[in-house]
């Protein structure tokens, strides 16, 4: 696991996993059309200038990193999949499954 001890959630309005004052994980949840979809945005090797043109997430004057900023190394998705995954497994004592063929949209949901 990667070692990243000051890393701690928090809750709104600035939901998401932050380290010494920047954001490293996003979490959202959007509700709609009978679908509830969730998910995270964790920064690994993310081009942290982007973030100069926004507030993110809202936040004024609060800043972004990514493992790879934290680290001083380049860490990449395929690198931290799978301890990541482990880590959540971990924490909220489930096991994760994947389909072999996509999913797809519920049959009441169009396309847009």
């Known amino acids: ?6 890393a701690q959630a928090l809750p709104p309005p600035r939901t998401g996993v932050w380290l010494r004052g920047r954001k490293i994980c996003a979490i959202g949840v959007h509700c709609g059309r009978h679908v509830t979809s969730h998910g995270l945005a ?7 200038r982007w973030f ?3 507030v993110p997430c809202g936040l004024e004057g609060l800043g972004v990193t ?3 900023e934290e680290l001083q190394r380049h860490v990449t998705v ?13 924490a ?5 499954t ?3 063929e996509p999913v797809g949209l519920p049959p009441w949901v169009e396309e847009t």
């Open 98 to 100: 994947f389909p072999e």
């Open 1 to 6: 696991r990667l070692a990243l001890p000051r």
């Open 42 to 48: 964790l920064n690994c090797c993310t081009d942290l």
């Open 66 to 68: 990514s493992l790879s």
């Open 78 to 90: 395929d690198e931290i999949l799978e301890p990541f995954l482990d880590a959540f497994q971990e």
């Open 92 to 96: 909220f004592q489930c096991t994760l």
């Open 52 to 54: 100069d043109h926004i």
